[in-house]
């Protein structure tokens, strides 16, 4: 389903009567509503899903501040080396981190244009007025 726009009109048929009358009270019926689509939603959901694991946002906070090897990692977080580097797996695969190596070790990085693309679409999803602060709440 593509993302859809309503306009007014079609907000107020939409939403009935009892509804309405609670934004006329607060003088705030929207001029237009944006639907977004199922895929929007479904990325954004699925990286939140993803970084909701305080490891995995442990992690990310380390690789925001510099390039390290798992080994590091490891040491640094107080977590087994295994399972740091499965969380490093899934980082990577959903393209939050690099990875590159350095003889025997893999040194990861965040891969800020990614993670900027992400950002980009959940501001998209939610809405720059929303985050900015200038839309109603």
Same mark, same amino acid.
Not at 69 to 78: E, G
């Given at each position: 389903?593509?993302?859809? %726009?309503?306009?007014?009109?079609?907000?107020?048929?939409?939403? +009935?009567?009892?509804? /309405?009358?609670? /934004? *006329?009270?607060?003088?705030?019926?929207?001029? &237009?509503?944006?639907?977004?689509?199922?895929?929007?939603?479904?990325?954004?959901? #699925?990286? $939140?899903?993803? %970084?909701?694991?305080?490891?995995? /946002?442990?992690?990310?906070?380390?690789?925001?501040?510099?390039?390290?090897?798992?080994?590091?990692?490891? &040491?640094?977080?107080? &977590?087994?080396?295994? /399972?740091?580097? =499965? =969380?490093?797996?899934?980082? #990577?695969?959903?393209?939050?981190? *690099?990875? &590159? *190596?350095?003889?025997? $070790? !893999?040194?990861?990085? %965040?891969?800020?244009?990614?993670?900027? +693309?992400?950002?980009? #679409?959940?501001? !998209?999803? %939610?809405?720059?007025?929303?985050?900015?602060?200038? +839309?109603? #709440?």
């Amino acid at each position: 389903m593509a993302r859809a %726009i309503l306009k007014s009109e079609s907000i107020k048929k939409l939403i +009935g009567e009892d509804c /309405l009358s609670v /934004l *006329r009270a607060q003088d705030e019926i929207p001029e &237009k509503i944006v639907i977004p689509s199922k895929e929007e939603v479904y990325e954004v959901s #699925r990286l $939140f899903k993803l %970084i909701s694991s305080e490891p995995k /946002l442990e992690i990310l906070a380390l690789l925001s501040q510099t390039s390290l090897p798992v080994c590091a990692i490891s &040491k640094l977080l107080q &977590k087994d080396q295994s /399972l740091v580097s =499965h =969380h490093l797996s899934e980082l #990577r695969m959903a393209g939050l981190v *690099r990875e &590159k *190596r350095s003889g025997r $070790f !893999k040194v990861y990085s %965040i891969d800020k244009e990614n993670i900027e +693309g992400i950002c980009s #679409r959940m501001q !998209k999803l %939610i809405g720059t007025s929303q985050l900015t602060g200038t +839309g109603s #709440r």
